[in-house]
């Protein structure tokens, strides 16, 4: 045998590679796209009809007019990106803020914030990944709810750390049960590996639940009370604060007055405007500012300044906030449509919260119902005609995990098109039960 005809090894892949496994959101497209007749209230993508055509053109067109500035639109931008849009990003998290305090705790004064801490990103989860790669080795602790974002955790098992998952309600994670925690890990000598908690503290997936505002303050103060040689970070992930149908908007984590140090508040404008544009930001503690930009300038030199300069010229022309008021139109009455198909077709046999915000339901039926991948509901479910997620992938750790429930989406699906997966859902119940 000639040197050529030998058989081609296995590439020798990272250990990074090797952790990752194949994750849940593609196995679940595969399965969407192997049977396309399926109704899936799995995907957590917006409305295809709802996508900004029209104010998308109009800013397009402004950004061309003039060949100069259309020539920088399409030039190298700063890594931190544009500065007149990380301006107006900063701006509105305030002006969020201080509306939600109202006549409570004076919020951050414009110009009390350094923009220099606004670092915009290919999307949010590119800023979750920049500020994980900062702050983990392998063997190191995020605490997050349980059960919380699958994508983040699987973020986290390929950089070799681990997740553990604090019990989470109605309110979101509980403050209590959160420094209980950390307490056992003290105890355990663990504690300085916990190098950051995770919260999705507006409509969070996968159960569009929001964080309280009494447990806000209280969680701030645990992290940083629980701190010894460093700060314990916390993730401020605010990826649907814009999506909200009903009541009143919460002050952000980042709005608390001891939060400089240890608030890291991720947004996109992904869910709210366009997931095609991928524009993502945070805004950082000072001492973070510099490492997570040094990662991003050797990943990409900046994120595409096109994007940005389109969201940025977005806002100023007012065509943002239309948008989203359609938005949460549109959502609430998807979100009234699966809520009365659920209790039409499942009442008595499943349980679920009615959100007042976000995209998901959180199903949860009898302990003794597997909604596992490897289940006989979810086969049942794929036979009747819908397809959803399973509620094991979002739990943090196995102690934790729970084989009876499952995330529900109505952000893609018509009102029409989510009754009929819930009344494939519940012929595939009946099936197994």
């Not at 250990?15 to 995907?43: C, N, W």
């Amino acid at each position: 045998m000639s040197l050529g005809d030998e058989p081609l090894r296995a590439p020798a892949l990272s250990l990074r590679a090797g952790r990752l496994a194949d994750s849940p959101i593609s196995y679940l497209m595969t399965k969407a796209l192997a049977h396309p007749e399926l109704v899936s209230l799995a995907a957590g993508f917006v409305d295809l009809h709802s996508l900004p055509v029209d104010a998308t053109r109009t800013a397009a067109l402004e950004l061309f007019a003039d060949p100069t500035a259309a020539r920088t639109t399409l030039q190298y931008n700063a890594t931190s990106g544009d500065p007149a849009l990380r301006l107006q990003v900063l701006e509105r998290v305030l002006a969020q803020d201080a509306a939600a305090l109202g006549g409570g705790r004076l919020g951050r004064a414009p110009g009390s914030v350094s923009l220099d801490r606004v670092v915009l990103t290919a999307g949010s989860n590119q800023l979750l990944f920049l500020v994980c790669e900062a702050l983990l080795d392998p063997g190191d602790i995020v605490l997050c709810d349980s059960p919380t974002y699958f994508v983040f955790t699987g973020m986290l098992r390929g950089m070799g750390a681990r997740a553990i998952g604090i019990e989470s309600d109605a309110g979101g994670m509980r403050a209590d049960a959160l420094d209980a925690e950390l307490a056992r890990l003290d105890a355990a000598g663990e504690l300085p590996r916990v190098k950051a908690i995770y919260a999705m503290s507006y409509f969070d997936n996968p159960r569009s639940v929001t964080l309280a505002q009494q447990r806000r303050s209280e969680i701030v103060r645990i992290a940083r009370a629980r701190a010894r040689t460093a700060p314990i970070y916390l993730i401020e992930d605010a990826a649907y604060r814009e999506l909200r149908f009903s009541g009143d908007d919460l002050p952000s984590l980042f709005s608390e007055p001891e939060s400089d140090d240890c608030v890291i508040y991720a947004g996109t404008f992904s869910k709210s405007f366009s997931p095609g544009v991928r524009v993502g930001f945070g805004i950082l503690p000072p001492a973070l500012v510099a490492p997570v930009l040094a990662l991003k300038g050797n990943l990409d030199f900046g994120s595409p300044n096109l994007n940005q300069r389109l969201v940025s010229e977005v806002l100023r022309l007012g065509l943002y906030e239309p948008h989203v008021a359609m938005l949460r139109e549109m959502y609430a009455r998807k979100r009234d449509a699966m809520c009365a198909a659920l209790t039409r077709e499942l009442g008595g046999v499943a349980t679920y919260v009615r959100p007042e915000g976000g995209l998901y339901v959180w199903l949860q039926l009898a302990a003794d119902i597997d909604t596992g991948p490897n289940g006989p509901l979810f086969a049942c479910a794929l036979e009747e005609g819908m397809l959803f997620v399973p509620g094991e992938y979002c739990f943090p750790d196995p102690a934790r995990e729970s084989r009876s429930c499952m995330r529900l989406s109505f952000g893609v699906q018509t009102e029409e098109r989510i009754a009929t997966g819930i009344a494939c859902l519940a012929r595939a119940i009946a099936r197994v039960g």
